[in-house]
């Protein structure tokens, strides 16, 4: 889907984007182009970008790239396919019911579900707030275990 989609290997590409996208949602779908779950998240936000172009942009980071790896760490990414989300350079966080706000991890069952977050996140961006409570309902988050080791 990379080539459906604007892919980012550089941190000076993203640094840009982040910096740029004004007056819209920015969604960072950070992963594999060979992972099947990321494909199929790629396939979701592909067939919604045109749904949602008049407030949000999307688009699609390699974390096999080398430059990358500092977002990696800062938004702690373990898992891919994770989406996270910024408006005016603010990062955009989700309460989900999960521990972890930051961004999302996993899929979306389907194309709504992604627009329904993204209209949520530019609604509730529009009002100045910097987290915003999940419009989905719990049946449709993906329930991850968080696992510390050497604790």
Same mark, same amino acid.
Not at 15 to 35: A, E, H, N, Q, Y
Not at 46 to 67: C, G, Q
Not at 71 to 85: A, Q, R
Not at 127 to 143: D, H, T, W
């Given at each position: 889907? %990379?080539y459906?989609?604007?892919?980012?290997? =550089? =941190?000076? %590409?993203?640094?840009?984007? @982040?910096?740029?996208?004004?007056?819209?949602?920015l969604?960072?779908?950070?992963?594999?182009?060979?992972?099947?779950?990321?494909?199929h998240?790629?396939?979701?936000l /592909? +067939?919604?970008?045109r749904?949602?172009?008049? &407030?949000?942009?999307v688009?699609?980071?390699?974390? %096999?790239?080398e430059? @990358?790896q500092?977002?990696? =760490?800062?938004?702690?990414?373990?898992?891919?396919?994770?989406t996270? &989300?910024? &408006?005016?350079?603010?990062?955009?966080?989700?309460?989900s019911?999960?521990?972890?706000?930051? =961004?999302?991890?996993?899929?979306y069952?389907? +194309?709504?579900?992604? @627009?329904? @977050?993204?209209e949520?996140? /530019?609604?509730?961006?529009? +009002?100045?707030?910097?987290?915003?409570?999940?419009?989905?309902?719990?049946?449709?988050i993906?329930?991850?275990?968080?696992?510390?080791?050497?604790?």
């Amino acid at each position: 889907m %990379e080539y459906l989609l604007p892919t980012i290997r =550089k =941190k000076s %590409e993203v640094d840009s984007l @982040i910096r740029d996208t004004l007056d819209k949602v920015l969604v960072l779908r950070f992963g594999l182009s060979t992972d099947v779950v990321c494909l199929h998240l790629d396939d979701i936000l /592909y +067939k919604s970008a045109r749904d949602v172009s008049r &407030f949000a942009t999307v688009a699609l980071v390699d974390v %096999e790239s080398e430059e @990358i790896q500092v977002y990696l =760490k800062y938004f702690d990414i373990t898992f891919v396919p994770s989406t996270v &989300f910024f &408006f005016n350079a603010h990062h955009m966080k989700m309460d989900s019911g999960s521990a972890d706000h930051t =961004k999302w991890v996993g899929t979306y069952q389907s +194309k709504q579900d992604f @627009i329904d @977050i993204v209209e949520a996140i /530019y609604r509730g961006a529009m +009002k100045g707030k910097l987290i915003v409570n999940s419009p989905l309902p719990a049946e449709k988050i993906p329930k991850f275990q968080l696992l510390y080791k050497d604790v």
